[in-house]
């Protein structure tokens, strides 16, 4: 069985400071793929970025960073300088290699960012 | 590029009637999916199809639900009696083949509220 717990229901920051939403996974499938979605006021869901579970470099997209981790089963993002735009849910999902389109989400983080 | 498409985007209906919610995926795209959400159990994924041909409805909630793609770009999601705890956001997300890691995209979603 798969699962991904994000266990930070809401946060609030300050403007521009740093923020870290954190995500922690299970599964017994040794290839897999990472996501996360951003889903602000207006509903949409917005993908961000997906990893592949055999490379672990980290990335970096402008403010937004992620870390993963297999050996703690992490996928943590990171958002620097925020900004009231960051205001949002962010949702953390998971999906097999084989046999399964399914993505399995987290309960996502409700991040307010507060001018 | 036109990303999924849904609509209504906003459905209001009394308990008891019939609930019919479109989708068009984005072209090319061979899988489509179904979620709900709602702020007590998340987001669910409800069926999916793979070149149109429904591969896992285990997530329909009840015989009330039911969903149709009869070509690669249309989808529908039929809810027949409408009840008020089927009032949530539904989303309609596609995709390339999930196997190569594919990310899925959604459409607006539809705010449905059965009163």
């Known amino acids: 069985a798969q699962k991904v717990t994000q266990a930070q229901t809401e946060i609030s920051v300050v403007e521009k400071e740093d923020v870290t939403l954190d995500c922690v996974y299970e599964?017994?499938?040794?290839?897999?793929?990472l996501f996360w979605y951003k889903q602000p006021p207006s509903g949409e869901l917005v993908f961000l970025i997906r990893?592949?579970?055999?490379?672990?470099q980290n990335e970096i997209s402008g403010r937004y960073s992620w870390n993963f981790q297999k050996s703690t089963s992490s996928f943590n993002f990171t958002i620097t300088a925020s900004q009231v735009v960051d205001s949002a849910v962010y949702f953390c999902?998971?999906?097999?290699?084989?046999?399964?389109?399914?993505?399995?989400f987290g309960t996502g983080t409700r991040l307010t960012i507060i001018p | 590029d036109a990303g999924v498409i849904q609509s209504p985007r906003h459905e209001v209906t009394e308990m008891g009637q019939e609930v019919t919610l479109r989708c068009k995926p984005i072209?090319?795209?061979?899988?489509l999916f179904w979620y709900r959400q709602t702020m007590m159990r998340g987001l669910e994924l409800l069926i999916y199809f793979n070149n149109n041909v429904p591969i896992d409805d285990s997530g329909m909630p009840e015989d009330r639900f039911s969903a149709k793609m009869p070509n690669a770009s249309f989808s529908t999601l039929k809810i027949q009696p409408s009840e008020p705890r089927d009032s949530a956001v539904y989303f309609c997300a596609s995709s390339l083949i999930p196997a190569g890691g594919n990310e899925q995209f959604f459409g607006p979603g539809t705010r449905l509220t059965v009163l």
């Open positions: 072209s090319g795209h061979d899988y």
């Open positions: 999902a998971l999906r097999s290699r084989f046999g399964n389109e399914k993505l399995t």
């Open positions: 990893r592949n579970s055999f490379d672990e």
């Open positions: 599964t017994r499938d040794t290839t897999y793929y």
